[in-house]
């Protein structure tokens, strides 16, 4: 499996068809988990690329496909048990990954389809761990909104107003109510990306794949001094061009998942609270209880 080849656009392509093949000609459990290693070191060079995410979860979904099929191949020992002692007899497996590949396998071809899609559209990775919480709960309860929109826990909008004191504006604020306390919020109709911003704004944008238009709207009014200080609820992908330009000056890696949407379901992505703004030792003094705060010299 030649990594190299998924630089350009064809031999991405022709990995991706090759990988697609031989997931289909496996009939054991051992070739199975040969070919999952081999996929790992292409996903692994793909994000070394800083490729796509469409591109990092094409060959995230063919791992789980790999993977989906293992669990199908697996002795059904019920629901959450893993087989008799300390690996199956098949292939040396660890129980607990016995248990994780059965969950991903009874997974329904069309919600699996789902799931991949509904990252996509979100601009969040498909992942084991996102897929076995889709066979725990549901498609629909996983992705607790059929939009890219995610309303801030109440305990975030209490810190953010605590650093900043006041928000002036809120340029992507949740549809009905307002659930942040800004003196100026709009709404998708308001379309915030065509207005100025001004004062100290908290933003936790859409989700999708606009991210990187909201992020970089914010960057350029602080640096052009219209935005003094700023607070931006993101999901930390770490990776991702839009993140490594945002130029912040703390940030907070908030730990565990946040419950987004006034629901009980964790988020399948972790998230990070940013600032811009003079006022670095006010942020890490609130911010610290929720996470890991790094702070960027200036």
Known sequence: MNTLAVKDETGFLKVVSGIDAAIQRANSIHELKDLESRIRGVEAFVRAEKMHLEQINRIG???LRCRRRIGGMLPDDGPGRPPAGKSNNVVELHPQECVRLREESRVSEDDFRGYVQTCNDEGMEVTAAGLRS???RGLEVHFSSASSEWNTPKHIVNAVVEVLGEIDLDPCC???KANVPAKVCWREKDDGLSSPWRGRVYMNPPYGTVIADWCSMLVDAVQEGDVPEAVALLPSRTDTEWFQELEAASYCFIRGRLKFNDGDVPA?????????????????????????????SQ
């Open 61 to 63: 979904e063919l791992r």
């Open 134 to 136: 889709v066979a725990k």
């Open 174 to 176: 949740n549809s009905g």
């Open 268 to 296: 399948p992505f972790p998230s990070v609270a940013v600032y811009w703004g003079k006022r670095t030792a006010q942020f890490a003094a609130v911010f610290s209880g929720l996470g890991q705060i790094m702070e960027v």
